[in-house]
């Protein structure tokens, strides 16, 4: 090989490189550099047949050249071959040349050089990091955003991937999360470097790297005097890394392991909020996770309080929240109802806020239109009313079940712009948790109840009729033989006394044990289901089917429900005791209608009276004349309950109209068409349901 076959190049593209000899003092090399042999000029010859791995190829390669270069420079320099542009580049970076001699079958590899520099440059400004391995995984060659991601150190080429992060590193199954964080330490870290050379492809994991705090240097820490858990460096930084790492082979035979391109990005905030996202839906998971034997042994009010302790145990180690509330929407009065507040002040917390857009607030604006609403700072914000005391800002999302608003979820902090949209993003999640446990909780306790109260409206059904056929057998016997034997009619009076008070504990075990919503404890909901609570009606049907089902419909709402067979005992119950309102069938057994109601109003006066009738037959035209003395009411058999419990409802505001105080008046409504209340009202007209 002569000095023909030789091209002397001007390196000036290539940093800091001559083709000719300059001067540099002895051993004065850039940076991770190895110790030079001798102080004779060093020439960087690019050739072909370079055996990769001899000691020509190495950092501290210093043989002489062979055949024409040996007789052109003779013993006065020392060469260093290579077989790759690449490698030739790296050498330049870490040493230094005299010059660089190139030949001619490489020359169209030296065109390319520009390339790579230039590259290079793009590498260094790019925000992920980026390093080059060689097949022992040491660091060839880096950029600045490596550096950032690395541990710092003066020495970085030259040093081994695993040394490149201070502090422990795990490689975390990709699969795992967000499920688990699972760190494998057993593992290598650079088992994934060799399954990449193994399998021919890119291979990306992702790692785990604690740092320990500054406040706590590693050495002090030992295994067998480890860093107590309360001081301040005993909770270490934690980074997540995504690498990929993909293998350059020689594409000259024997295809050896060139390369691996590393590709290191920090997914540290991904990954956290991964994590955190999992924990709210474990969370959200056990909020109503009742266990079966719990189940029957915990009220309404047992399940809520579990419900709140979860919710503001979670709100303050899971969320780090420290101001907080939840309010359950009314759907029939629209009313938002407290029922969870930590933090809040006392008029915050008893406010009365209704599901409306203006007036009630942030709160009631997110109720009214479903959407969730950021108030970064509630000193400039229109709608927020205070809630937490020196709150500044305010994050509220809905609780919405089945596409359905059912409440709404409020936090505050003490700092300006303290929530952002990612917060937002994570409070609806963990929403919608607490909407389906609340829901949850309502049709458990709805389940429990029903099969309950089946159970009790069987047992109320069983035993209604034969309570009342002795309450009617001893109001018969009682007066039949009034003023006679004053020791056997207080004995009667006992024994009515005693059925009615059966009858009556059958209607509070079944009040008792009737579903209980999440919402009742608002005073303007409770007992709106017990409208005629209070109210003892009268009902005089030789059939029983009648009796019972009036019996279930009415005693439902409240009412005490006496049921006789027939008019003579109907007339003596209502000589001994006082009654709201009586139902008396136009054919009874023993006496007309008429009758009936004409010695009814003899006892009681006041009592309105509704006649039932099967499709308008009327033989006697007891309607006609019982219409002539004040009827208004006539119920059409069969009947539907909306029916019967709407002219029972209207006989008894009829009568809280005309001034009787005896029991308890209904709350108000909407005027019926054919109430007493409507001012277009012509009473005595009957009024007729069917």
Known sequence: MGYDDHKSIDAAPVRGVTATARSSPPHSFRSEGTRRLSDKPRILVIARGSPRGSAADASSESAPSANGLASIWGEAAETVRVSSIARAIHLLGMQDFAGVFVERSQLPLVRDAGQLLQAEEILEVIADGVA??????????????????????????????????????????????????????????????????????????????????P?????????????????????????????????????????????????????TAEVLERLKLDAIHHAGEELADILPQDLSTMTVEDRKDLL??????????????????????????????????????????????????????????????????????????????????????????PLIDHGQVIGTLNVENSQPHAFDDRDRRILEIYARSVASALHTLELLEAEKATTVQESVETIRRQLALPIDQILADGMRILDRYAGHDDEILQRLRRLIA?????????????????????????????????????????????QDTIRVRVHEILGQLGAVVETVADG??????????????????????????????????????????????????????AIVKARQEGLKYVLFKPFKPDKLIELVELALRDRDANGDSSAPSLSPQHPSENSPDDPHANPPRTTTVV
């Open 308 to 397: 709140k302790h979860n919710i503001g145990r979670h709100m303050k180690t899971l969320l780090g929240l420290d101001y907080f509330e939840i309010r359950l929407l009314d759907k029939s009065t629209q009313r938002l109802i407290p029922l969870l507040a930590e933090g809040m002040t006392e008029d915050a917390a008893s406010r009365a806020l209704l599901a409306r857009v203006e007036g009630s607030g942030v709160t009631g604006y997110v109720a009214a239109t479903a959407k969730s609403y950021l108030c970064p700072d509630t000193a400039h914000d229109p709608l927020y009313l205070p809630g937490a005391e020196g709150a500044r800002s305010s994050l509220t999302v």
């Open 498 to 542: 005693t059925a009615r008070r059966i009858a009556r504990m059958l209607e509070d075990v079944g009040s008792t044990l009737a579903p209980t919503s999440l919402t009742s404890g608002d005073p303007q909901t409770a007992g709106a289901s017990k409208r005629f609570a209070g109210r003892t009606i009268l009902v005089a049907d030789a």
């Open 215 to 267: 406040h706590t240097p590693p050495h002090e820490a030992t295994p067998d005097t480890p860093p107590s858990s309360n001081s301040p460096g005993s909770d270490p930084a934690v980074r997540y890394l995504k690498v990929a790492a993909t293998p350059v082979w020689d594409p000259a035979p024997p295809h050896n392991l060139l390369h691996l391109v590393l590709l290191v990005r920090d997914v």
């Open 568 to 621: 003579q005992t109907a007339v003596a119950q209502a000589r001994h005791s006082p009654y709201s309102l009586a139902l008396v069938d136009i054919r009874l057994p023993d006496m007309k209608a008429y009758d009936v109601f004409r010695r009814l109003r003899e006892v009681q006066p006041d009592l309105p009276v509704i006649f039932i009738t099967g499709f308008g037959y009327d033989p006697s035209h």
């Open 132 to 213: 080059l391995l060689d097949n022992q995984y040491r660091i060839t060659w880096r950029n600045a955003a490596f550096d950032n991601l690395a541990a710092p150190g003066p020495a970085m080429l030259g040093r081994g991937f695993a040394e490149m992060f201070a502090g422990s590193v795990e490689l975390v199954d990709l699969e795992a999360l967000p499920s688990a964080d699972r760190g494998d330490a057993a593992t290598p870290v650079t088992e994934f470097l060799d399954r990449a050379q193994r399998e021919r492809k890119s291979v990306e994991v992702l790692l785990k790297v604690s740092t320990p705090s």
